[in-house]
Every structure is written in structure tokens, then in C-alpha cells.
């Protein structure tokens, strides 16, 4: 399976602060990658799809970029409905996998 | 608005074989290049794949559990339904039903999740 490595674990930022989260996937997955956020007790939201398309209804602020084994996801300008759980997962095949999770805090 | 809602026990025993129906409206088991997905969730830790299935019937499964799980449907209840056998407590968690768009990639819609415990 191919495994998804993101980095930092935790990140803590203030409101207004850019704030990027970056995702490694084993092997080349080129552009297959997403992005989600998770609130506690609440289904992940679909954030980006296709490495930097933007999902319908999510916020300018939010950007994926990336290919082959390498992608990041930044938010611009943090507001305060952002902290949270971001995740990526990798579609490239069947078997999709997700990350650890990026638990964005705070500070 | 497209809605996925996962019903279920919230207990079982160990060894017990576990059944949940994710429930959809608003667009069509048959919808194409449309999957229904279930993704579970331990307590405080990532999300994990289980099995899929396709608008044409096509089904797949995790390499490593796919011996205890079967994805079926009932495109007249506008249903999906997944069975996991011989349940043990490390199957504790909030499984989740999302739909899968292949056209962009992603999970783009979520059912609320269900919380699966289990223990004698």
C-alpha cells in the first residue's frame, strides 16, 4: 500500500497567520491526492480534490499544490474556524490511503 | 442536497458479525462514475479505508480484511450495506459511509458517522 506521511503532526498559529502542511505519499501518485478537514465529533469536509482543485463552497484561503510524491496545503489568512484536523489521502489506486492527520492548534 | 446517513448497532460482542446500512438521497446507487465507500475511524486516530462499491456493481475491498467483509446494495432502498464478520474490540471505532466522485476525485459527501464499540 502506498503510505502517506504528513508533516508537522501538530502546527500552532494564530489568526491571520499562512500556515502550509505538506504531504508526502511512498511511491508517485501524481495529481491524486485530497485534502480534508475534521472538526471533533464530525465527518472529515472535502477540501481540495486533484492535488489543487478547490472544493465547491471552501473558502479562497484554502490551496493545495503538488505532484508525484510531494503536495502541501496552505491556508492564507487563518481565521478562527479553522483550527482543526487536516488529512490527506492519496487515491491513486483502489486502495486509498489518508495520512496521520495534522492537528492545527492555537497558539 | 445529497445526504448519506449510516445506521447500525452501536454494540456488539466479540466474534459477532457486524451489519451496517449507509442510506442515501438525492442522487442514485446507479449514478455513474459514483462509488459508496466505508471508511472507519478508531478513537484519536486516522482514517482507514474498508471497501467500495461502483455505480456498475464493481466491488473492492482492504487487502487486509477483506476475508471479513462483504459491500452489497439495494439500489430500490437506495441502500448500501456492509457486513464485517468475527468482530473484535481492536474494530472500535466511528465508521463512516462517503461517497467517492471519480470524475474529480475525493469524498465529496459524508454520512454523520456511527460509533461501533466492541466488548463482551
Known amino acids: 500500500d502506498i503510505q502517506m506521511t504528513q508533516s508537522p503532526s501538530t502546527l500552532s498559529a494564530s489568526v491571520g497567520d499562512r500556515v502550509t502542511i505538506t504531504c508526502r505519499a511512498s511511491?508517485?501518485?501524481?495529481?491524486?491526492l485530497a485534502w480534508y478537514q475534521q472538526k471533533p465529533g464530525k465527518a472529515p469536509k472535502l477540501l481540495i480534490y486533484k492535488a489543487s482543485g478547490l472544493e465547491s463552497g471552501v473558502p479562497s484561503r484554502f490551496s493545495g499544490s503538488g505532484s508525484g510524491t510531494e503536495f502541501t496545503l496552505t491556508i492564507s489568512s487563518l481565521q478562527p474556524d479553522d483550527f482543526a484536523i487536516y488529512y490527506c489521502q492519496q487515491y491513486d489506486s483502489y486502495t486509498n490511503t489518508f495520512g496521520q492527520g495534522t492537528k492545527l492548534e492555537m497558539k | 442536497q445529497v445526504t448519506l446517513r449510516e445506521s447500525g448497532p452501536a454494540l456488539v460482542k466479540p466474534t459477532q458479525t457486524l451489519t451496517l446500512t449507509c442510506t442515501v438521497s438525492?442522487?442514485?446507487?446507479?449514478?455513474?462514475?459514483?462509488?459508496v465507500n466505508w471508511i472507519r475511524q478508531p478513537p484519536g486516530k486516522t482514517l482507514e479505508w474498508l471497501a467500495r462499491?461502483?455505480?456498475?456493481?464493481?466491488?473492492y475491498y482492504r487487502k487486509s480484511l477483506e476475508t471479513r467483509l462483504t459491500i452489497s446494495k439495494d439500489t430500490s432502498k437506495n441502500q448500501v450495506v456492509l457486513t464485517m464478520t468475527n468482530m473484535d474490540p481492536v474494530d472500535t471505532a466511528t465508521y463512516f459511509c462517503?461517497?467517492?466522485?471519480?470524475?474529480?476525485?475525493?469524498?465529496?459527501?459524508w454520512g454523520q458517522g456511527i460509533l461501533v464499540t466492541v466488548s463482551s
Open positions: 438525492e442522487f442514485s446507487l446507479t449514478s455513474s462514475a459514483m462509488g
Open positions: 462517503a461517497r467517492f466522485n471519480m470524475l474529480r476525485g475525493g469524498y465529496d459527501y
Open positions: 462499491i461502483d455505480w456498475d456493481d464493481d466491488t
Open positions: 511511491q508517485s501518485i501524481d495529481r491524486w
